[in-house]
């Protein structure tokens, strides 16, 4: 059996029997001489393991005095610890292949449901392993990984579980005091792998990218998962793969999106149709010629029930439904803000830090082969609107580089047209914090191209074919983001001189070509242009044959109908954006 201390043996010596105990077991084991040993060991730490684990206890009692009484299970924990030290000291000793079992029950000793000092016995045994032994850094870092996040068993309760939905939804998220320390040991034990071997992380970046919580895991995952990943690209350990692990984040986040029901979230109960077709009563096989109908023209059923009894109870059962996809969506919701809310905050730290052209870049190239191509986000979006808010010039000059790359290139695909002419105008109009030149530059550089393009149609004695988005559709592109961001903005591009100019000549010439956007265009933004443009002053843009009193009678419909950048739908982590102060609103000027 493992030696256990007797009462009249000192503590050291128990330590020194206990230590030689480990090692001989574990040698014996390799030899092939002897097993018993082994199993013993192998026997006593699954035991004391699953003990500790299981009687979480002291988790309430951490913070009470232990007035010099030793609790019940404290004796348990102590010996886990003795036991893992043992081995600790006997890493030399552990091989892989002859000793497979220990690997898996270090593997399953999770941090999260053990006591600190339990933990730090174990993660320091793991990482003893590391420094003796090369090859292990792989397993190694893969139980840190591991223990970024609580268990999935059940074992350990988070503040958000979906039973708790409806109390916990609207709260921030707020890290329990064990879980701080667990991540902040455990951050440690990484920094001293990567100091230990500066190659391990190129193990750890696809480690980090692989145990990413699935999307529809509790809120405690994502964020305890979020914290330590963002905690590690901020330290020195981690900044070699700090970028790409912020583009592993905002793919993670994104995934949390994709999984996020916004019609049920934005919908209430009186708006869900109870008349659906499968609430009906039931026609063809199911329902028998030979069931009676009453005075009242109520057909009963065989089994007695009757045609309204039928009606009412889908109609519950339809709201049940509602109910439960909706309390889905609000926990949904309540993750993607809290996963926000810890992005914005980390990237303010590395605005602060001086990282600007890092974050810029990798955000670049996240909305460039990510975002762009599909127009999947509601919310990740915004982080290029952070970043606006606290460094105007630059972020807008990045961003309006891509986007106008994206929508004048011949080699972009329509749905890449489309979708960056819809960010820039969105962009364009409601960020309050662009500066006036770079917004009547970019308005420019986009009525430039028109004037180009029609001079070019001109010169080829083209008849102008009939009107439709897809003839000329970066010509209609440009169109929409001059408009849109017009009806934003009329009044501040019309006091600045070059802005005045530009909507003078430029502006006035695209409105009154034969390609004529005012009939291509949205509606409500064509509306609303030719309302800013009377109120302002300037209806002497308009065409002659426009008559502003009337509605713009319209014949094709627009395919920029996407306004990315219209209304931020998460409460908590909004305020990271201060949209009062920074988001320009419709019909401002």
Same mark, same amino acid.
Request: proline letters at 5%; hydrophobic letters at 40%; glycine letters at 4%.
């Given at each position: ?65 232990? $007035? ?5 299970? @404290?004796?348990?924990?102590?010996? /886990?610890?003795? +036991? #893992?030290?043992?081995?600790? &000291? ?97 951050? $440690? ?5 990567? @100091?230990?071997?500066?190659?391990? /992380?190129?193990? +750890? #970046?696809?480690?980090?990218? &692989? ?379």
């Amino acid at each position: 059996m493992v030696p256990h201390a007797p009462v009249d043996v000192d503590t050291w010596q128990a330590d020194r029997l206990l230590k030689k105990y480990v090692k001989r077991s574990l040698v014996l084991r390799i030899e092939g001489k002897q097993d018993e040993m082994y199993r013993q060991l192998l026997a006593r730490l699954v035991e004391l393991s699953q003990n500790v684990q299981a009687h979480r206890v002291w988790i309430h009692e951490m913070v009470e005095p232990s $007035n010099g009484k030793e609790k019940p299970w @404290e004796r348990e924990q102590q010996g /886990l610890c003795k +036991l #893992l030290d043992a081995m600790a &000291d006997a890493v030399e000793h552990v091989d892989e292949e002859k000793h497979v079992e220990l690997f898996h029950a270090l593997a399953r000793l999770s941090c999260w449901n053990v006591p600190t000092k339990v933990a730090q016995a174990h993660l320091n045994l793991i990482v003893e392993l590391a420094a003796c032994q090369a090859q292990q850094v792989p397993f190694v870092l893969q139980v840190l990984v591991r223990n970024f996040v609580p268990p999935l068993d059940g074992t350990w309760k988070d503040n958000s579980s979906q039973e708790d939905v409806e109390t916990s939804v609207g709260e921030a998220w707020v890290p329990q005091p064990h879980g701080f320390r667990v991540l902040e040991l455990v951050l $440690n034990k990484v920094h001293e792998i990567v @100091e230990m071997d500066p190659s391990s /992380l190129g193990i +750890l #970046l696809p480690m980090l990218n &692989d145990q990413f919580p699935h999307p529809e895991q509790n809120r405690d995952a994502h964020c305890y998962y979020l914290c330590g990943v963002m905690q590690l690209a901020e330290s020195n350990a981690g900044k070699p793969i700090r970028a790409r692990i912020l583009a592993a984040i905002l793919e993670n986040i994104l995934h949390i999106e994709f999984h996020m029901n916004w019609q049920v979230f934005e919908m209430e109960e009186d708006e869900w149709d109870i008349e659906d077709a499968h609430m009906q009563v039931p026609d063809g096989p199911d329902r028998s010629e030979d069931e009676p109908i009453d005075e009242t023209g109520n057909r009963t059923f065989l089994d007695g029930r009757g045609t309204d009894e039928i009606n009412d109870t889908s109609k519950k059962d339809t709201r049940d439904t509602f109910h439960d996809q909706k309390r889905l969506a609000l926990a949904t919701a309540d993750k993607l803000d809290s996963a926000m809310e810890l992005l914005f905050a980390h990237l303010l730290r590395q605005l602060h830090a001086g990282h600007l052209e890092e974050l810029l870049q990798v955000i670049t190239q996240f909305m460039k082969h990510t975002v762009l191509p599909t127009r999947c986000s509601r919310i990740v979006h915004y982080v290029v609107f952070l970043l606006g808010c606290h460094s105007p010039a630059r972020t807008c000059e990045c961003f309006h580089n891509l986007l106008l790359k994206g929508m004048l290139s011949e080699d972009s695909p329509r749905e890449t047209h489309l979708s960056c002419a819809c960010y820039l105008a969105s962009y364009l109009a409601r960020a309050a914090f662009l500066p006036v030149l770079q917004l009547v530059g970019v308005l420019g550089s986009l009525c430039n191209w028109c004037v180009a393009y029609l001079d070019e149609l001109e010169k080829k004695g083209s008849n102008f074919p009939e009107l439709k988005m897809s003839n000329h559709l970066v010509f209609y592109s440009c169109c929409h983001c001059i408009l849109y961001s017009l009806c934003f903005k009329m009044k501040d591009v019309l006091n600045d001189r070059e802005g005045a100019k530009m909507v003078a000549v430029p502006v006035q010439r695209i409105l009154n070509s034969k390609l004529d956007p005012l009939q291509v265009c949205l509606q409500t933004v064509v509306d609303e242009f030719v309302s800013q443009a009377a109120r302002l002053g300037v209806s002497h843009l308009l065409p002659s044959t426009l008559d502003i009193q009337e509605p713009v009678q319209r014949h094709v419909e627009s395919a920029l109908n996407f306004f990315p950048y219209d209304h931020y739908v998460l409460g908590r982590s909004a305020a990271f954006l201060q949209l009062e102060n920074t988001c320009t609103q419709w019909g401002r000027s």
